[in-house]
């Protein structure tokens, strides 16, 4: 198995199609796998896990993956992403050019 999308309960529920943050672990599983984790923000202003997935690698057909099963399971694409500036992850900007995304480029750097 080299990847897996799942959701997480009550993320249908939480999903409003505006902000989604993503990003992955470094191989901190049994597995060396990286775990790939989808949130939002709640109209409260608290953190809500949508869903996640696990990936051995982090190419762009991995990163591909993970936005087509994310696509398939909540029906669209956010209006707004937050990500790494992982280069793979260019996939995300030409595959979906009407989504704004920023990425942080410090590691202390967390945009909302």
Do not use: W
Not at 69 to 79: L, R
């Amino acid at each position: 198995m080299n990847r897996v999308f799942f959701e997480l309960e009550g993320g249908r529920e939480a999903y409003n199609g505006d902000v989604l943050i993503f990003d992955t672990t470094f191989k901190t599983n049994m597995y060396d796998m990286k775990l790939a984790l989808y949130s939002t923000v709640s109209p409260q202003g608290s953190t809500v896990l949508l869903a996640a997935a696990y990936l051995m690698n982090e190419t762009t057909d991995d990163f591909d993956f993970c936005f087509e099963e994310f696509e398939k399971a909540y029906g669209s694409m956010v209006d707004a992403l937050f990500t790494d500036s992982d280069c793979a992850m260019k996939v995300f900007a030409a595959k979906y050019p009407n989504t704004a995304c920023e990425s942080h480029r410090r590691e202390r750097d967390f945009i909302i």
